[in-house]
């Protein structure tokens, strides 16, 4: 997983690695920074990393590199993160280096009932370790993400990778796959009987904190697409004019939209799309990607249908009704990021990994084409504000029933 990390980075300028489009992304130097901090933060930090030898990053990374651990103290802010020219990228690679080789003794000790740790240690270290590496797919994923925006950003329409090849190859066999798209480009739908039902993660295998505890819920009947909105299906809505009609719209999301004068999806170009392998055509059979909530829920309320639920989501999913699921785009949900009935943050700094954004943002589900393989899960809770679109987000619809 360390080493995926650094591959995505092989093709790009040094000039790329500090490109930092807008206040919510991040450089790619920094991404790599950062999940080697957490790795040193949260296990080599101290007496241990001591007992193993290890040489730390000089004390300033520490406060550049955090994120919004507030616990471990203040940090730089991240709107001017893209102005980290120093430490150049040679030294976080050596950095990354250093911190992988004192991860690779810890594992030998752990493996080493003689070895110099304690059992408080023995038995908290493994999980942490665990976590650090999901931690560090989910900044694969926003590496890609954050560069496609500062690329798009750039009039020369720089690519990242070359067409027929990488993500974007994938994405589009994927989406072009016999059963990624029903006849006449509709989406088929599923009934579900609705009633008592459990979501939420069952223990077995890692989940992030948010995705606990499992719980119970009581759903409608309903009913829910097979597939995904696609591309030409969403441009029916822009050409009945989806985007200038107020009562299709969210208060919030209206403004935002004349605020930000949208028009069309993140990424459109009139009849093409930029993607991480430069412009091509749109095709219209594809789902319709880079929307925000708001345009996700504009669209639902046009085609009338709406959103479907998270819980509605998961058991859908689970009861194999849906295609689609996880591999092509997250799927924005009708359910405002909140804590799952009984949920407790772990203590320390660690119980801010999730459990303080449980305000002013929606759940996705599923996962994307850039989600690196084996991360996602029916019970992961992806989560955004409403007016994000940068990253890789689309719908599916629903009816019947009510959200919960």
């Not at 080789?101 to 110099?116: G, I």
């Not at 989910?138 to 020369?156: A, C, K, T, V, Y």
């Not at 069952?202 to 009947?221: I, S, T, Y």
């Amino acid at each position: 997983m360390r080493q995926a990390s650094e591959q995505l980075i092989a093709g790009l300028e040094p000039e790329d690695l500090s490109l930092q489009g807008m206040a919510d992304a991040s450089p790619p130097k920094w991404h790599l920074a950062h999940t080697t901090w957490f790795f040193e933060a949260f296990l080599l930090a101290g007496d241990l990393g001591e007992r193993l030898g290890h040489r730390p990053a000089p004390s300033g990374w520490f406060f550049l590199f955090n994120s919004y651990y507030e616990a471990l103290g203040a940090r730089h802010p991240r709107p001017q993160r893209g102005l980290l020219t120093r430490p150049a990228i040679a030294s976080v690679l050596a950095w990354r280096q250093r911190v992988d080789q004192s991860l690779a003794r810890l594992l030998t000790w752990l493996a080493d009932p003689q070895a110099p740790l304690t059992d408080v240690e023995r038995q908290r270290l493994p999980s942490l370790l665990e976590l650090g590496l999901h931690h560090e797919q989910q900044h694969q994923e926003l590496l890609l993400i954050d560069l496609l925006d500062g690329f798009s950003r750039n009039p020369l329409e720089p690519a990242y990778e070359e067409p027929g090849s990488g993500f974007e190859a994938r994405y589009q066999e994927l989406a072009s796959a016999p059963e990624a798209s029903p006849a006449g480009m509709g989406a088929g739908w599923r009934e579900h009987p609705g009633g008592l039902h459990e979501i939420g993660h069952d223990g077995r295998g890692f989940h992030f904190d948010n995705e606990a505890p499992r719980h119970r819920v009581w759903l409608e009947p309903f009913t829910i697409a097979t597939h995904l909105v696609t591309n030409g299906q969403f441009a029916a809505f822009i050409a009945a004019g989806g985007y200038d009609r107020p009562e299709l719209w969210q208060s919030e999301g209206w403004a935002l939209r004349q605020q930000r004068g949208w028009q069309a999806p993140r990424y459109w170009r009139s009849h093409e799309e930029f993607t991480l392998a430069g412009r091509h055509v749109r095709h219209d059979a594809a789902p319709v990607r880079h929307l925000s909530w708001f345009e996700a829920e504009a669209y639902a309320r046009w085609a009338g249908a709406r959103l479907p639920s998270e819980a509605e989501w998961e058991l859908a999913a689970a009861a194999g009704l849906l295609e689609q699921v996880d591999a092509l785009l997250w799927q924005w949900t009708a359910t405002p990021y909140r804590p799952y009935p009984g949920f407790v943050p772990p203590p320390g700094a660690l119980g801010e990994y999730n459990g303080k954004f449980m305000s002013s943002q929606f759940v996705l589900r599923g996962g994307c084409y850039l989600t690196p393989p084996g991360h996602s899960r029916l019970s992961y809770r992806n989560f955004y504000a409403p007016g994000s679109r940068w990253m890789a987000a689309g719908l599916r619809l629903a009816r019947g029933g009510m959200p919960r």
